[in-house]
């Protein structure tokens, strides 16, 4: 079993910032490419950031520049820093790792995701 579980969501005007974080636990053997995923009302869920286990990361368009991501090998946690949000930043956000379990199985794992609410 591995589990990620996300803290940091709320609500905040536009142009504030939050910080997302995601911990990965269970029986992990390794994790290569974590990252952070959104889907708003009525709209498909969609990639925001992904990083790999050696630093390479990946972003969507729209968050070039006001979104980093980051990860902990060792601690197993992906960050998500939000700057200069906007009211279309509004959904709800799910941490997403592709896991090799310690019986060295494959397995794509989500978070329960968590609500971030932009203001305008």
């Known amino acids: 079993q591995v589990q990620l579980v996300e803290s940091g969501g709320g609500l905040v005007q536009a142009g504030g910032s939050l910080r997302l974080s995601c911990v990965a636990s269970?029986?992990?053997?390794?994790?290569?490419?974590m990252g952070w995923y959104r889907q708003a009302p009525g709209k498909q869920r969609e990639l925001v950031a992904a990083?790999?286990?050696?630093?390479?990361?990946n972003y969507a368009d729209s968050v070039k520049g006001r979104f980093t991501i980051s990860r902990d090998n060792v601690k197993n946690t992906v960050n998500l820093q939000m700057n200069s949000l906007k009211p279309e930043d509004t959904a709800v956000y799910y941490c997403?790792?592709?896991?090799?379990?310690?019986?060295?199985?494959?397995?794509?794992?989500w978070g329960q995701g968590t609500l971030v609410t932009v203001s305008s």
């Open positions: 997403n790792a592709a896991v090799r379990t310690s019986t060295l199985r494959y397995l794509e794992v």
């Open positions: 990083v790999t286990s050696g630093g390479s990361t």
């Open positions: 269970g029986s992990i053997f390794s994790i290569n490419a």
